[in-house]
């Protein structure tokens, strides 16, 4: 990768305009952070918190399991989302990076997909099983698919999440196509997701956000790009 003088950013190579040219890469990252926060803020809504959480007698109202079970809904597509911006982001950064760290983005993004896609899967065991309407579900099963879902979600997909920011934070910065205050805020989200989320509720909402802010970056720096490259031509 070529380099200007010190504090300028690295002239562009061939790594920094593959990661430019795919505008599909931003979109599919806005979708899925918009697509996870929502499912993320109506699972918190939906679920009895304090003792009725316990004891799930929250949960007899009928409006909670809509709720819950919209969230739910949202994950295969997020899923489908977040693997397109991992496919798209990966096509165009590997051939440029090393191995070691593409290989790193890739893993932890697929186990993050599937994690999650678990996490979503155990909480719908917990809908599925037979109770009559206006009751709670068996205390045994509630307390098994909500710790159970809640471990997937919160305890491992949320640290692949952070491997997964940390890597593509890494590559930015190598690369020269992530502005510094980009890079920091990956960086931020990281140790968030390590060690903030398993025990401070809705932070892990910062993941869904990051990802946001990273698909709206690649998306408007594609379209600067190609505007300049229209005018330049």
């Known amino acids: 990768m070529r380099t200007t003088g010190p504090g300028q950013r690295p002239a562009a190579g061939p790594g920094q305009k593959a990661l430019e040219t795919p505008r599909a890469a931003g979109l599919a990252g806005i979708v899925f952070g ?3 926060a929502a ?7 939906g679920i009895p918190q304090g003792a009725d959480a316990v004891t799930a007698q929250g949960f007899e109202d009928s409006t ?9 809904r949202l ?57 009559p309407p206006g009751s709670s579900p068996a205390l045994a099963a509630w307390n098994f698919g909500r710790h159970f879902a809640y471990t ?17 934070s890494v590559i930015g910065h ?20 390590l060690f903030v989320a398993p025990s401070v509720p809705w932070s892990e909402l ?12 690649i998306f408007v720096e594609n379209g600067r790009n190609r505007s300049r490259a229209a005018a330049a031509g």
Request: charge should be positive; hydrophobic fraction near 65%.
């Open 75 to 131: 994950v295969p597509f997020a899923g489908i989302f977040f693997l397109w911006f991992v496919g798209a982001v990966r096509a165009h950064v590997g051939e440029a990076e090393d191995k070691f760290l593409a290989t790193v983005l890739l893993g932890s993004g697929l186990v993050f997909t599937a994690t999650m896609f678990g996490a979503a899967a155990a909480a719908w065991g917990v809908l599925a099983v037979a109770y």
């Open 152 to 168: 997937l979600m919160i305890g491992y997909a949320m640290r692949m999440a952070a491997v997964f920011t940390c890597s593509m």
């Open 39 to 45: 499912a993320i803020v109506l699972m918190r809504l």
């Open 206 to 217: 910062v993941f869904p956000a990051w990802t946001l802010v990273l698909g709206t970056h």
């Open 34 to 36: 918009l697509l996870l």
């Open 174 to 193: 190598r690369l020269g196509v992530l502005p510094r205050w980009l890079t920091l805020l990956g960086f931020l989200t990281a140790v968030i997701l």
């Open 64 to 72: 909670r399991r809509g709720v819950v079970q919209a969230a739910l």
